[in-house]
């Protein structure tokens, strides 16, 4: 079987970890412009400095993080988002190489400091937003068409400064001034958007998703909502701008099992797939579901939702929805079992089923066609992959080439899943996006040594490496599979 003629074939990357030029041409501080350089066995770091002037340091997952600290001055940074794999400068060549494997479409992030260097500012950066229609030009060039995310962690430290980030109403206006900025500039240029990549990380990644140094439910709770309500409006601007925009949500997924056929299991998956739902309910129905306000009571918060509010919520409701899809895990009820961690980011179980990638990620191929149809059972809007992919060393071999077939194998198979989806279960999947389709900087590392891209760049995390490009097997691979629509795999 084959996918549509229309199907949008791509790849994914994000300004934070693609771009570089981290401090060119008025380019603000974002919250990943702050972070130290993490390794393999340890989450990555987020330091700052305390009002007494301390310095502290934040895990990313650490759900112990020290709450309300107040963010001064930022000082030691070290993290590779300064250079990542230089996009600003390679661009041209960068999106020449993805018009030559076929892509149809190309998922970036415009660095919100880019556009507004303190998040507050009266006056966007005109040098910002002419990169952006450099690049936007390169790309039609092609007929590639951009799918673009307007916040892939790069919150302005500025507005963390000013007031605590998301967890001040007043940075709603602050995004909706940034993304209307981006739809009226580049009206005619970018048909499809996205709010806020993985919003439903900002639970456990509470700086790295929302510039906030806590991870207090209250706190975390009132900028979800802020979150949500500016993704809201930002739809509706979008809408009112130019009626073909397309808007969707975004969600970092992973399909999640009961451990054991053991009702309490099934149980217990079913409440914590609500609390991952819970946001694209929003997103897409456009109010809050009485599970989730239920939920707050009981542990205690108070979430403000006036009318304007819930009125906002409903008139901005998403046109497509969007997901990150790497592996899967499973739920117990059994508190013995649960302490046999799958070592992933979705704290889930380890699957006696599966096997894992080398940083513990449970490969799952058939979990993304779960997946896909639990989302358009539930909600009946188009679907997008917006990261997919296998995150490994490669080998740099005395030739020059690179013998990727392990991440060819993963996407082998997870391609074939979406085939079913589409053809068997009848699910309206319209695009895919491989996460890192050339290697950039890992999120949860921070280091280039998990790479995931069909295009190898040769910075090293030693500091070596000239930025240059080079096309690696799964590069042919996947330009065969785009030229045969998803026939020849
Ligand atoms: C997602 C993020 C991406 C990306 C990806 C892979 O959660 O949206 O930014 O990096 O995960 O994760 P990692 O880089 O940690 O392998």
Sequence with gaps: MAFPKDFLWGGATAANQYEGGWNEDGKGISTSDCCTRGSRTKPREVTYKTKEGKIESQMMFDLNAPKGAIFGSFEGYDYPSYTATDFYHHYAEDIALFAEMGFKMFRMSINWTRIFPNGYDDEPNEKGLEFYDHVFDELYKYGIEPLVTLSHYETPVGLTNKWGSWADRRTIDCFVKYATTCFKRYKGKVKYWLTFNEINCIGFGGWMAAGLPTCDPQIIANATRNQLLASALAVKAAHTIDENMMVGNMIGYGTAYPYTCHPDDSMKQRKMQQGVDFYTDVQARGYYPSSQLKKYEREGIVLELTDQDKQTLKEGTIDFI??????????????????????????????????????????????LRIALNDFYSKYQLPLMIVENGLGAVDKVEADGSIHDSYRI????????????????????????????CIDLVSASTGEMEKRYGFIYVDYQDDGTGVGKRSRKDSFYWYQKVIASDGEDL
């Excluded at 074939?416 to 053809?423: L, P, V």
Aim: a negative charge; hydrophobic letters at 35%; one cysteine or more.
């Design 409 to 436: 194998d993963y996407l082998r198979a997870h391609i074939e899943q979406m085939d079913k989806a589409i053809n068997e279960d009848d699910v309206n999947l319209i695009g895919y996006t491989p996460w890192g």
């Design 322 to 367: 969007t997901f990150s899809y790497y592996m899967s895990s499973c739920v117990s009820a059994d508190p013995e079992v649960e302490k046999n961690q799958g070592g992933n980011m979705m704290f889930g179980v380890k699957n006696p089923y599966l096997k894992a990638s080398d940083w513990g990620w449970q490969i799952d191929p058939v979990g």
